[in-house]
């Protein structure tokens, strides 16, 4: 059964960090793999200010609108039928509505907690300021300014910063696994590409509590993005059968 889901991104940050591949092999599940470039990973954090969620064919009235920052990694997987699917894998949520970060987990592999979100934004800076509910894990804070140009990240492991666009573009996809089944589940956006407009951040500070849980003292900033209100379709519960895999093949990060 898949369930779809309509409303709009308000207010949308992209974040993507780079960190050492065998900081995080760990993190993601048997029948996926980390997408890599040379011996890193890459985090993709979003904030973003979801306004009017609700299921497909209802009006915008009887929406939800809350904030939500998601913490995923860049991952891939092989498909039964020998697709490689590339995707983000949640590891965790913040929302600051009860019933999102409640059901939501019924009905996504978002891993939802409870928080308090201040997302404040104006036509050229978005500041951000995260409280989480159940313990200090999920705690976050962001300043970030617009500029004119994007810029190649210190220390960067991309040649360019097209390079680094490039690769790191969000990919509205998310994944997760179920072992018992075998197959890969998808949480998917829909959305009028033409519409996606990004425009370079400046980062100016940033904390970002689990990942420093995680003993990720290692990322390093790569890429900031905001993202132009645009309306978005989820779709939930679609799944694929995953192909048979090695425990020796697992063990090897998916490179492109």
Request: charged letters at 20%; one cysteine or more; aromatic letters at 10%.
């Amino acid at each position: 059964m898949t369930l779809t889901m309509t409303g709009r991104l308000a207010e949308c940050v992209l974040l993507a960090y780079r960190t050492p591949a065998a900081s995080v092999r760990a993190l993601v599940p048997a029948g996926l793999e980390l997408v890599t470039h040379g011996d890193w990973a890459f985090w993709n954090i979003v904030v973003c200010r979801v306004a009017d969620m609700r299921p497909a064919g209802l009006p915008a009235w009887l929406g939800i609108s809350y904030s939500h920052v998601a913490y995923r990694l860049y991952a891939r997987a092989r498909t039964a039928d020998g697709a490689n699917v590339e995707g983000l894998y949640f590891l965790r949520s913040e929302a600051d509505n009860a019933l999102i970060a409640g059901a939501g987990n019924w009905f996504s592999d978002f891993r939802f907690h409870r928080a308090a979100i201040d997302l404040q934004a104006t036509d050229s800076a978005v500041d951000l300021r995260v409280i989480s509910r159940n313990g200090r894990k999920g705690d976050a804070s962001l300043s970030a300014r617009e500029m004119p140009a994007p810029e190649l990240a210190p220390g960067s492991c991309f040649d360019t910063a097209a390079e680094a666009a490039a690769f790191l573009k969000y990919r509205p996809l998310g994944l997760a696994v179920d072992a018992r089944s075998a197959t890969l589940k998808l949480a998917e956006v829909f959305r009028h590409e033409q519409q996606w407009q990004e425009r370079p951040l400046q980062v100016t500070a940033a904390r970002w509590q689990f990942l420093a849980s995680l003993g990720q003292h290692d990322a390093q900033l790569e890429w900031a993005s905001r993202v132009a209100p645009i309306d978005y379709r989820w779709r939930l519960g679609r799944r694929l059968p995953l192909a048979a895999r090695s425990s020796e093949s697992r063990l090897q990060p998916a490179e492109r």
